[in-house]
């Protein structure tokens, strides 16, 4: 049995996966052919004209074009998945404290309600949803994922499920690759490394076909031992916090 935060989580692990490996079998003549085919659909359109000078190099240089598919590609999916399990931390937090008022009251116990929240809301349970949001926020929050990660635990009282140094090792290294695409100017970056065991696997325009796969399909493994651990992590807090007193939302 699993929660509905981890069957979304799941759902989009399977689109980010699809993503990452449907790219690895772009070619250059795919790019070049679908740029003839934009210009020819936006004949009629002013975007044309601003989009014109890309859609030429399109044509002339379709090696470029390529590499800028499978670098969004990698980036939109490291994106996409990290922001996927952080929800999914919030997420079965959020569902826990929702189902079970022993949580509830291990959390309310250090917060300070505030005495406007009681006038405006016209029902308890709505200051509570409130206060539940400020403690998902507050127990899932870190800058890599082995932060976030053991705060949940420590939160949602797990002790039993553990993952392993060399994995939360290259999550964390995915997290600080995140960090770098978010605030840096991605057309300056020219690698992307992440650790894998006692290595590290690197992005790069200059890889070819086969060597890009390897990339995506490492990712893609990397993806999948996580969410071992995610389901373990979520199927230990359904059964510690049961369904008991849930909240009217």
Not at 155 to 159: D, E, H, K, P, Y
């Given at each position: 049995m699993f929660s509905a935060c981890m069957a979304r989580l799941v759902f989009l692990l399977a689109g980010i996966r699809l993503n990452l490996l449907l790219s690895s079998e772009f070619t250059e003549a795919n790019c070049k052919e679908w740029g003839l085919n934009v210009s020819d659909a936006l004949q009629s359109h002013q975007v044309l004209e601003k989009v014109a000078p890309i859609l030429g190099r399109l044509e002339k240089e379709p090696e470029f074009a390529l590499e800028y598919l499978r670098w969004s590609f990698v980036s939109q999916g490291i994106i996409a998945f990290t922001s996927g399990v952080e929800f999914f931390l919030q997420d079965i937090v959020k569902l826990c404290l929702i189902r079970n008022s022993n949580l509830r009251r291990k959390g309310f116990a250090d917060l300070s309600i505030s005495a406007l929240d009681l006038e405006e809301m016209p029902t308890l349970d709505e200051v509570k949803l409130k206060y539940i949001e400020i403690l998902a926020n507050q127990h899932t929050s870190g800058k890599l994922f082995s932060h976030k990660y053991k705060k949940s635990k420590q939160?949602?009282?797990?002790?039993d499920t553990n993952i392993d140094e060399s994995l939360c090792a290259s999550l964390d290294s995915i997290w600080e690759v995140r960090n770098q695409i978010a605030h840096e100017n991605q057309a300056a970056m020219a690698e992307l490394k992440i650790k894998l065991g006692?290595?590290?696997?690197?992005?790069?325009?200059?890889?070819?076909?086969?060597?890009?796969?390897?990339?995506?399909?490492?990712?893609?493994?990397?993806?999948?031992?996580?969410?071992?651990?995610l389901e373990e992590l979520d199927k230990r807090s359904l059964e510690i916090w049961p369904a008991k007193d849930f909240l009217r939302i």
């Open positions: 939160f949602l009282g797990i002790r006692n290595g590290l696997i690197k992005y790069s325009g200059s890889l070819n076909k086969s060597q890009y796969q390897q990339f995506t399909i490492h990712m893609c493994t990397v993806f999948d031992d996580a969410v071992v651990h």
